[in-house]
């Protein structure tokens, strides 16, 4: 007997809601990332997350003392990183300060959407369509822009607010990128899948037209 | 049409063979367990292939042997 290539679209269940979940996500990280950039323009200020080579007190103490004022420094329980609040600066520095969030909420918006629609498919039992091997390419490239293009913003911002306030990194402060290879190694991963799949859709018009 | 579509030259005569038995392609498929959409993709010479077992069971209830269902169509 020839099997049906194409069974019904199962409704509803854990795949159903996590579909929905990830429309959602998509939306809301979607107005996020236009939204935080859009907000800082109307702040006077930022804030930058920065690394520290050392966090004594008179180690903060000393470097607060040759900022400027308008400057704060919240140093956390580890004594690692450290919140830079700046009172004031421009306009460009205010947005790039909240860039790298902007850029991992698009990324986000566009990987949910990608999630959605190649888990629409294989609900829809065509987990082999032609169009899912470069869905998964398109969602490995928002995972390694979003992850590492996002921490090198993030350094960009650092970098530039600190020069902004007339500091550098070398003293106190440091670039504290220890780089997160999570997004890279879940990239390429993706990649590998994405790999699979065009296997697969090979395979899968192999037997079409087979009775 | 795709290339697969028209790289082959085997035609099909299982209309011929249904007109001489005088079955209805739907009393075929509930007989050999195939679907009608994919027996008329049969007829119509669009499969690109066909399993053994099929072939099989076709041929028991049309009683004919394969060389009766498909022939191979002249070159163009």
Redesign the interface.
């Known amino acids: 007997m020839a099997a049906d290539p194409t069974p019904p679209a199962r409704r509803g269940g854990v795949a159903g809601a996590v579909a929905v979940l990830l429309l959602v996500m998509a939306a809301v990280s979607l107005i996020t990332a236009v939204v935080l950039p859009v907000n800082q323009l109307t702040q006077p200020g930022g804030t930058v997350s920065v690394g520290l080579t050392s966090a004594s007190l008179d180690d903060v103490l000393r470097e607060l003392d040759g900022l400027p004022a308008g400057v704060a420094l919240s140093v956390d329980a580890e004594g690692t990183r450290a919140r830079l609040d700046v009172a004031e600066i421009d306009g460009p520095l205010r947005v790039l300060t909240e860039l790298p969030a902007s850029l991992r909420g698009l990324c986000t918006a566009a990987g949910a959407l990608l999630l959605w629609q190649l888990l629409t498919s294989i609900r829809a039992g065509r987990p082999f369509d032609r169009r899912n091997p470069r869905r998964l390419v398109l969602l490995a490239a928002a995972v390694l822009v979003g992850g590492v293009g996002g921490q090198l913003l993030e350094a960009v911002s650092r970098l530039a607010v600190l020069d902004a306030v007339g500091s550098r990194p070398g003293g106190l402060f440091d670039l504290g990128a220890g780089v997160d290879l999570t997004a890279a190694v879940l990239g390429v991963l993706l990649l590998a899948l994405a790999e699979a799949f065009r296997s697969g859709v090979m395979l899968a018009e192999d037997v079409q037209g087979l009775v | 049409m795709t290339e697969?579509?028209i790289s082959h030259r085997v035609v099909c005569h299982l209309d011929v063979l249904l007109a001489e038995r005088g079955m209805t392609l739907t009393e075929l498929a509930s007989r050999v367990?195939?679907?009608i959409v994919?027996?008329s993709?049969?007829k119509n010479d669009?499969?690109?292939?066909?399993?053994f077992s099929?072939l099989t069971t076709l041929c028991h209830v049309l009683d004919c042997q394969p060389g009766d269902l498909f022939s191979v169509g002249p070159a163009s």
């Open positions: 697969d579509d367990g195939v679907t994919n027996l993709v049969l669009r499969a690109r292939a066909v399993r099929t």
